[in-house]
């Protein structure tokens, strides 16, 4: 196989840090960009002795010069609670981001994927969602800083590619969890696993009965990768997700039963625009990039689990953290405590 120069913006984040390690592990070399506005040096800090890894440290949102063969566009904030904070540097991070990194790719001949979303689908009228649907976002909701912007790039994808011959990829990316995400990122899963471990009330917003599709990270990276080694003649978008689905109450109660957990499930207003189905439609996944997801939910929420459960019990241990449970109360109560904290 043929070593590839690949840079991957949001290299440090969630899914970034698990795409640059499994990239790195076929053999390629990878240059990770980040500005650690979520992302966390810690998520790579293992691949730093890698001679063939590189981490920059870089926005998006200014223009970055690189000779590489691929690139991987996933820098932007993607948990409601990290995209709300500041919507107008969300929506330029995902629109002049896209700008900058198509820009690279026409200049170096590369070949550009674009980490889209299913929230492009806003509360969909569709169920399950297909590629063809075109979606009910409401551009004018907390919201819409994200569902718009991804909207916006995916604009600018297809027109690069129609007006200037970049060869661009679009993956659209359902609920993704897994080792390594953000502990204060306020996304469903580690809210219900770190309240689980530490035997808190579960908050369930609504009445649980929304639907999500939860797909392990190593699922979505295989996805992806496939989805770049397409012909240059198959765009996307393409949906990546697992079509099992969840409500959120089934999910909380799968939490509990898998963590041993004491914790009592209570019931708080739903948020705005919150989604009521999410299901991703994936024949054209199975049949253009022969994928389907292998990571069942009770086994995937085991590893997220361990995964917390070792954080947990290492900053509780640490003289230099604040204890983990003040931290989760501080995401409930003050946002700007969450960002403030966002590189501990």
């Given at each position: 196989?043929?070593?590839?120069?690949?840079?991957?913006?949001?290299?440090?984040?969630f899914?970034?840090?698990h795409?640059c390690e499994?990239?790195?592990?076929?053999?390629?070399e990878v240059y990770?960009?980040?500005n650690?506005?979520?992302?966390?040096?810690?998520n790579i800090?293992?691949?730093?002795?890698?001679?063939?890894?590189e981490f920059?440290?870089?926005?998006?949102?200014n223009?970055?010069?690189?000779e590489?063969d691929?690139?991987?566009?996933?820098a932007?904030?993607?948990?409601?609670?990290?995209?709300q904070y500041?919507?107008i540097k969300?929506i330029?991070?995902?629109?002049m981001?896209?700008?900058?990194?198509?820009?690279?790719?026409k200049?170096?001949?590369?070949?550009?994927?674009?980490?889209?979303?299913?929230?492009v689908?806003?509360?969909?009228?569709v169920?399950?969602?297909?590629?063809?649907?075109?979606?009910n976002v409401?551009?004018?909701g907390?919201?819409?800083c994200y569902d718009?912007?991804?909207?916006a790039a995916e604009?600018?994808?297809?027109?690069?590619n129609?007006?200037?011959?970049?060869?661009?990829?679009?993956?659209r990316?359902?609920?993704?969890?897994?080792?390594k995400?953000?502990?204060?990122?306020?996304?469903?899963?580690?809210?219900?696993?770190?309240?689980?471990?530490q035997?808190?009330?579960?908050?369930?917003?609504?009445k649980?009965?929304q639907?999500?599709?939860?797909?392990?990270?190593?699922?979505?990276v295989?996805g992806?990768?496939?989805l770049?080694?397409?012909?240059d003649?198959?765009?996307?978008?393409?949906?990546i997700?697992?079509p099992?689905?969840?409500?959120?109450?089934?999910?909380?109660?799968?939490v509990?039963e898998?963590?041993n957990?004491?914790s009592?499930?209570i019931?708080?207003?739903?948020?705005?625009?919150?989604p009521?189905?999410?299901k991703p439609?994936?024949?054209?996944?199975?049949?253009?990039?022969?994928?389907?997801?292998?990571?069942m939910l009770?086994?995937?929420?085991?590893?997220?689990?361990?995964y917390?459960?070792?954080?947990i019990?290492?900053?509780?241990?640490s003289?230099?953290?604040k204890d983990?449970?003040?931290?989760?109360?501080?995401?409930?109560?003050?946002?700007l405590?969450v960002?403030?904290?966002?590189?501990?």
């Amino acid at each position: 196989m043929d070593k590839k120069r690949i840079l991957i913006t949001g290299g440090a984040g969630f899914v970034g840090s698990h795409l640059c390690e499994r990239l790195l592990n076929d053999g390629h070399e990878v240059y990770c960009m980040d500005n650690l506005f979520t992302g966390r040096k810690q998520n790579i800090v293992h691949l730093l002795s890698n001679p063939y890894f590189e981490f920059i440290r870089h926005d998006v949102i200014n223009p970055y010069l690189i000779e590489v063969d691929e690139i991987y566009n996933l820098a932007c904030p993607a948990s409601p609670i990290h995209y709300q904070y500041n919507p107008i540097k969300t929506i330029k991070t995902s629109v002049m981001g896209a700008i900058n990194m198509l820009g690279l790719a026409k200049r170096v001949n590369a070949k550009i994927l674009q980490a889209s979303t299913s929230e492009v689908y806003g509360n969909p009228l569709v169920h399950p969602q297909p590629e063809s649907y075109w979606g009910n976002v409401n551009p004018m909701g907390e919201r819409s800083c994200y569902d718009e912007g991804k909207r916006a790039a995916e604009t600018l994808f297809r027109d690069y590619n129609y007006q200037n011959g970049v060869n661009t990829k679009i993956v659209r990316i359902f609920n993704t969890y897994g080792p390594k995400m953000h502990p204060n990122d306020g996304r469903v899963v580690s809210n219900f696993i770190i309240q689980a471990l530490q035997n808190q009330d579960i908050t369930v917003y609504g009445k649980g009965d929304q639907t999500r599709s939860f797909q392990f990270v190593d699922d979505l990276v295989e996805g992806m990768i496939r989805l770049m080694d397409t012909p240059d003649s198959f765009r996307g978008p393409v949906n990546i997700g697992n079509p099992v689905e969840f409500t959120i109450l089934e999910l909380a109660q799968k939490v509990i039963e898998l963590t041993n957990s004491k914790s009592k499930i209570i019931y708080k207003p739903l948020p705005s625009d919150d989604p009521m189905m999410r299901k991703p439609d994936i024949t054209l996944a199975k049949q253009v990039l022969d994928w389907e997801p292998k990571v069942m939910l009770d086994e995937g929420l085991k590893k997220t689990i361990k995964y917390f459960d070792d954080l947990i019990n290492s900053k509780m241990n640490s003289h230099e953290e604040k204890d983990i449970s003040s931290r989760r109360r501080e995401v409930n109560e003050d946002t700007l405590r969450v960002l403030s904290e966002l590189e501990v």
